[in-house]
């Protein structure tokens, strides 16, 4: 039985319900790509599917409307894979597990991918609709948006003639957004020696319970990052003369979500004292619930300690190295907007941090997203980061990289889109920049004189398991989208 059966937008519903049974994390989205022609092609509409598996569906204007400027709505196919530690679900092949409760749609323990679900779900049923006036209308959904928004940087333009675009991927209602920042994504990764040692203790520490959450728009949320804790922890027991040595460090799933799980395994010789050990874990997280009582105060640690006979692991010297590199790095709010009150300029999330051994070698590898609203500021940050990469004998690999998007002084879309908000809801709309990447930018860069602005309904908590659709706003802001398709130049 569907479970968002009779919720309002139904034919909205519908289609989000129908996309939520189709696996869509990044680099997986041929399914629900596939699934979007073939509805494009059974309501008699010109498709395009692209090698990068973008979408661009056609739908003519209504009648009488054929002289109007022609409008492109869009979002972006795939969605974060995000979820709690005891779920078993299968992002590769399994539905989500939809569940509706005091107004709210959430998936069960996993993330929802209402970011950005729900906007090619309206623009389906929009052209599903026969009753909905409208100017031309082209529909792009794009992939790898999650990832360097890579569907974006790889769409050829040759075949979308609109030039004004409304992007449904924003997730406060009541916010236009006309600008955003750019960024890109390093990875770096040191390689590290491994050696044979004697009998001693294997410590297992985990970090859990931290809200996570997007790594641009909650950046200034004060949230704890739990790969930046765990580091944190072993820096303390380095600086206290135990000479641990790194076995592994995983955290985090996606470089643009802030982590909220990590854990890491150090040997340590039979000689050392565990209890001293365990002492300086315990207060160093004491010490981080504190610092962040008011934010993130869910941080639970758990620690292993077993016996083992001749153990590999890295030297002590490349231990300190790996610690060394990701403390010396920075974390979250880099520098708030001087022009804009509240707004953040420049900031990077260490998202992801993985541990591969091959050839009697330990690889680290920790990425990172980057975000400023200034183009001399992400050069001065990348340059900052090579540099450490270079002084702790680590390499750096520069990825995703894209553009911001100005504000445009001169916007009837805005104006529009304003005039038609004022009229539904009785006040005027909050118009902004957000410290976050959007498509609309790489797209200005492709479609010449492009007029822009972003918005959607209320999504609590994307990127984390918790994330959850407000539906009365879904219902409100697809009346918006309606509203403004239907009034006429």
Same mark, same amino acid.
């Given at each position: 039985m569907s479970v968002l059966e009779n919720i309002n937008p139904v034919e909205v519903m519908r289609y989000?319900?129908?996309?939520?049974?189709?696996?869509?994390?990044?680099?997986?989205?041929?399914?629900?790509?596939?699934?979007?022609?073939?509805?494009?092609?059974r309501l008699g509409l010109e498709v395009w599917q692209d090698e990068a598996n973008n979408v661009i569906i056609h739908k003519p204007a209504t009648k009488g409307r054929e002289d109007e400027p022609g409008v492109i709505i869009q979002g972006h196919l795939d969605m974060v894979c995000v979820k709690d530690e005891d779920s078993s679900h299968n992002f590769e092949t399994d539905p989500l597990d939809l569940k509706v409760k005091d107004g709210y749609i959430y998936a069960e323990k996993t993330s929802l991918g209402g970011d950005d679900g729900i906007a090619v779900a309206c623009a389906l049923a929009l052209l599903a609709s026969d009753s909905i006036s409208h100017p031309?209308? !082209?529909?792009?959904?794009?992939?790898?948006?999650?990832?360097?928004?890579?569907?974006?940087?790889a769409l050829e333009a040759g075949n979308i003639h609109n030039r004004r675009l409304l992007n449904i991927d924003s997730e406060v209602e009541g916010v236009l957004t006309v600008g955003c920042a750019g960024g890109c994504k390093i990875k770096l990764t040191t390689k590290n020696e491994? !050696?044979?040692?004697?009998?001693?203790?294997?410590?297992?520490?985990?970090?859990?319970?931290?809200?996570?959450?997007?790594?641009?728009?909650?950046?200034?949320?004060?949230?704890?990052?739990?790969?930046?804790?765990?580091?944190?922890?072993?820096?303390?027991?380095?600086?206290?003369?135990?000479?641990?040595?790194?076995?592994?460090?995983?955290?985090?799933?996606?470089?643009?979500?802030?982590?909220? !799980?990590?854990?890491?395994?150090?040997?340590?010789?039979?000689?050392?004292?565990?209890?001293?050990?365990?002492?300086?874990?315990?207060?160093?997280?004491?010490?981080?619930?504190?610092?962040?009582?008011?934010?993130?105060?869910?941080?639970?640690?758990?620690?292993?300690?077993?016996?083992?006979?001749?153990r590999t692991a890295m030297t002590v010297g490349d231990t300190k190295r790996v610690v060394g590199l990701m403390t010396a790095i920075p974390d979250g709010i880099v520098k708030m907007s001087h022009d804009i009150p509240g707004l953040v300029e420049t900031s990077l999330n260490c998202g992801v941090v993985k541990t591969q051994t091959c050839d009697g070698m330990t690889e680290v590898s920790t990425v990172y997203a980057l975000r400023s609203s200034l183009a001399a500021s992400i050069k001065e940050l990348k340059g900052k980061l090579s540099f450490m990469a270079e002084c702790f004998d680590a390499s750096c690999q520069v990825s995703g990289e894209y553009p911001g998007w100005e504000y445009r002084s001169d916007?009837?879309?805005?104006?529009?889109?304003?005039?038609?908000?004022?009229?539904?809801?009785?006040?005027?709309?909050?118009?902004?920049?957000?410290?976050?990447?959007?498509?609309?930018?790489?797209?200005?860069?492709?479609?010449?004189?492009?007029?822009?602005?972003?918005?959607?309904?209320?999504?609590?908590?994307?990127?984390?398991?918790?994330?959850?659709?407000?539906?009365?706003?879904?219902?409100?802001?697809?009346?918006?989208?309606?509203?403004?398709?239907?009034?006429?130049?």
């Amino acid at each position: 039985m569907s479970v968002l059966e009779n919720i309002n937008p139904v034919e909205v519903m519908r289609y989000f319900e129908k996309l939520s049974q189709i696996p869509r994390g990044s680099r997986n989205e041929k399914a629900v790509s596939d699934y979007c022609v073939e509805e494009a092609k059974r309501l008699g509409l010109e498709v395009w599917q692209d090698e990068a598996n973008n979408v661009i569906i056609h739908k003519p204007a209504t009648k009488g409307r054929e002289d109007e400027p022609g409008v492109i709505i869009q979002g972006h196919l795939d969605m974060v894979c995000v979820k709690d530690e005891d779920s078993s679900h299968n992002f590769e092949t399994d539905p989500l597990d939809l569940k509706v409760k005091d107004g709210y749609i959430y998936a069960e323990k996993t993330s929802l991918g209402g970011d950005d679900g729900i906007a090619v779900a309206c623009a389906l049923a929009l052209l599903a609709s026969d009753s909905i006036s409208h100017p031309d209308v !082209e529909c792009i959904f794009t992939t790898g948006e999650e990832i360097g928004l890579l569907g974006a940087v790889a769409l050829e333009a040759g075949n979308i003639h609109n030039r004004r675009l409304l992007n449904i991927d924003s997730e406060v209602e009541g916010v236009l957004t006309v600008g955003c920042a750019g960024g890109c994504k390093i990875k770096l990764t040191t390689k590290n020696e491994c !050696e044979k040692l004697q009998a001693g203790k294997l410590y297992a520490v985990e970090l859990n319970g931290i809200l996570g959450g997007h790594s641009g728009i909650m950046i200034d949320k004060g949230r704890l990052n739990a790969n930046v804790a765990m580091v944190r922890i072993l820096k303390n027991l380095l600086q206290a003369d135990f000479d641990i040595r790194l076995n592994s460090i995983t955290g985090g799933n996606a470089d643009n979500a802030i982590p909220k !799980e990590c854990r890491c395994e150090f040997f340590l010789e039979a000689d050392k004292n565990s209890v001293e050990i365990t002492k300086i874990v315990e207060d160093t997280v004491k010490g981080m619930k504190r610092e962040y009582a008011a934010s993130d105060a869910g941080l639970n640690c758990t620690i292993e300690v077993e016996s083992v006979d001749e153990r590999t692991a890295m030297t002590v010297g490349d231990t300190k190295r790996v610690v060394g590199l990701m403390t010396a790095i920075p974390d979250g709010i880099v520098k708030m907007s001087h022009d804009i009150p509240g707004l953040v300029e420049t900031s990077l999330n260490c998202g992801v941090v993985k541990t591969q051994t091959c050839d009697g070698m330990t690889e680290v590898s920790t990425v990172y997203a980057l975000r400023s609203s200034l183009a001399a500021s992400i050069k001065e940050l990348k340059g900052k980061l090579s540099f450490m990469a270079e002084c702790f004998d680590a390499s750096c690999q520069v990825s995703g990289e894209y553009p911001g998007w100005e504000y445009r002084s001169d916007s009837p879309l805005r104006d529009k889109m304003i005039a038609v908000f004022e009229e539904q809801y009785g006040h005027k709309p909050v118009v902004e920049s957000i410290h976050a990447g959007l498509e609309c930018g790489i797209l200005s860069e492709k479609l010449d004189d492009l007029d822009a602005v972003s918005f959607g309904p209320n999504i609590i908590d994307i990127h984390s398991a918790r994330e959850k659709l407000d539906i009365a706003s879904v219902e409100r802001v697809w009346k918006y989208l309606v509203g403004v398709l239907e009034r006429k130049d």
